[in-house]
């Protein structure tokens, strides 16, 4: 059980487009669902906390206007990367919380991107 | 700021030995702790997790310790195997601007000698 996807594994776009990430709860309801980011050889950055019905929190530094988070159900948030430029090329990572827990994270398995 | 932190960035130990990753967090209202192995382009895998109120959990073949005093944790990991072999990042939860939220060390990448 507790198990998260996320789609596409990976992807290249070209610099200027935008790319939508997609983030699964594929057995829980999630309120809460978090994105990260993670540059290689560095730790996990919390990008934003997305709650399901409402606008997402940003962590400071992170441009609301080029990260928009959707978290339309509670088994699916949405990260798009819009007008992307090769230093938006990184790991991103979603976690989702059970809404029955006040603590555990269930991580996906990521999404390469890399913008040309 | 708050920050979660580690002493050591790569740990080298010998098949079979026991491990020990080390972690110092700054944030004394954190509530929850979590240690998470991650191996090469996958997302962060769920060890053990400890509440603030204990100071010792145990898993299979994992302990984690907390001590709030000094604000410090680490990850005992026993008879370590290759399969060990990965980064490690201890996280901290807690209330930050009203939510919660998981904050993660710098990271420890620990290599299983054979």
């Known amino acids: 059980g507790a198990v998260v996807s996320q789609h596409p594994s990976w992807v290249i776009c070209k610099s200027g487009t935008s790319v939508k990430i997609e983030c699964r709860s594929l057995d829980f309801q999630a309120t809460t669902m978090f994105w990260y980011r993670q540059f290689p050889k560095q730790s996990l950055m919390l990008m934003a906390t997305?709650?399901?019905?409402?606008?997402?929190?940003?962590e400071q530094g992170v441009e609301k206007d080029k990260f928009l988070i959707n978290h339309a159900s509670l088994t699916l948030s949405t990260l798009t990367v819009t007008s992307a430029h090769p230093e938006d090329s990184s790991f991103y990572i979603c976690?989702?919380?059970?809404?029955?827990?006040?603590?555990?994270?269930?991580f996906g398995p990521g999404t390469r991107l890399t913008v040309t | 700021g708050e920050s979660v932190g580690l002493h050591l960035p790569t740990l080298s130990v010998q098949e079979g030995d026991n491990s020990i990753i080390n972690c110092a967090y700054s944030?004394?209202?954190?509530?929850?702790f979590i240690w998470y192995k991650q191996e090469s382009g996958k997302g962060p895998q769920f060890i053990i997790d400890i509440r603030s109120n204990m100071d010792k959990r145990q898993g299979q073949r994992v302990t984690v310790l907390l001590n709030k005093t000094v604000k410090h944790l680490s990850l005992q990991i026993a008879a370590t195997q290759p399969g060990d072999s990965a980064v490690y990042f201890c996280?901290?939860?807690?209330?930050?601007?009203?939510?919660?939220?998981?904050?993660f060390g710098t990271g420890t990448k620990l290599q299983v000698i054979p």
């Open positions: 944030n004394s209202a954190s509530d929850y």
């Open positions: 996280a901290e939860n807690g209330n930050s601007g009203g939510y919660q939220k998981v904050t």
């Open positions: 976690s989702a919380r059970d809404y029955l827990s006040s603590y555990e994270q269930y």
């Open positions: 997305s709650n399901e019905g409402s606008k997402a929190t940003y």
